[in-house]
């Protein structure tokens, strides 16, 4: 049976106040519009929008306890990793300030690991985090705030295929019920005797010994693919036009919110034509660190 995301009805939720369709019309405009900048002072907008949808949705903290902790990890990480090895601003700006060089006091095959701090490098890594971190978050909201039940008719009221629709629907339900088959497998496992904190060994080890898990979870993945798969040939879906049971309609405030997507996107669209929104460091910086 397939589950889905830990939804519930909330009734001071700024997200579920609007039409679903109006929703992920505007999420699609802020992902686009806020990957199009590298200037902080055209993320921080984005970032405030991200941070009020977040406060004003409703969900509380044992509820996204878990998403939210590996965002922020998946988001220190890289914006770290990418300040450690300066390349993912490579190509996003040409010149360096060094504020200091730290060098380790040993060689490898003659080579010393040595680490710049630049103006560049450091505040690039500041705009990454705002940057990933404005369209993470938001990305977090969809599954626990978007009614499981219309997905389907979300998606068609896009204007997608019924196919792509009902697609869409089962993939947004195979993570949790994936998760939900590994977990009950993992229980039965260990019931048996099964013991997973004490594998050992190397990789390939490791992976061989995971076998009594990843097995059972794949076999019984296809075995209920092709369950739906043979439901869906019975009621002779893609024969003709779907019908919908629930009905969905706009407001004009969902008007107004996609309204307000377009007209981001747009803005955003015409400060990149007009050059702006490029990679920008303060002078002040710059001054301070003596360049």
Not at 73 to 88: K, N
Request: glycine share 8%; with cysteine.
């Amino acid at each position: 049976m397939l589950v889905a995301w830990r939804y519930r009805k909330r009734d001071r939720s700024f997200i579920q106040w609007f039409d679903p369709r109006a929703w992920v019309m505007f999420f699609l405009c802020f992902g686009v519009s806020t990957l199009a900048f590298w200037d902080i002072r055209f993320l921080l907008p984005f970032f405030v929008i991200a941070i009020f949808v977040l406060a004003t949705s409703g969900l509380k903290w044992h509820e996204v306890r878990r998403p939210f902790l590996f965002i922020i990890w998946f988001v220190v990480f890289f914006a770290l990793l990418t300040f450690l090895t300066g390349r993912g601003g490579a190509e996003v700006y040409k010149t360096e300030h060094l504020i200091r060089e730290f060098k380790a006091p040993f060689s490898i095959l003659g080579w010393t690991p040595k680490l710049d701090v630049t103006v560049e490098r450091s505040f690039f890594a500041v705009c990454q985090l705002v940057r990933v971190f404005s369209v993470a978050s938001m990305t977090l909201l969809i599954p626990y705030s978007l009614n499981p039940a219309l997905y389907g008719i979300t998606f068609k009221g896009l204007r997608l295929p019924d196919n792509i629709s009902y697609a869409m629907d089962l993939t947004m339900r195979f993570i949790p019920t994936f998760g939900r088959d590994f977990q009950l497998t993992m229980d039965a496992q260990r019931a048996r005797g099964y013991e997973l904190e004490k594998i050992k060994g190397g990789l390939f080890e490791q992976v061989r010994k995971l076998g009594p898990l990843m097995v059972p979870v794949t076999i019984h993945a296809i075995i209920g693919s092709e369950d739906i798969i043979d439901a869906m040939d019975l009621r002779a879906f893609g024969v003709g036009p779907r019908t919908w049971l629930v009905q969905l309609t706009y407001h004009r405030r969902d008007y107004i919110l996609i309204a307000f997507g377009v007209l981001i996107i747009l803005a955003s669209l015409v400060a990149g034509f007009l050059g702006y929104g490029n990679f920008w460091v303060p002078p002040a910086l710059i001054k301070l660190a003596g360049g």
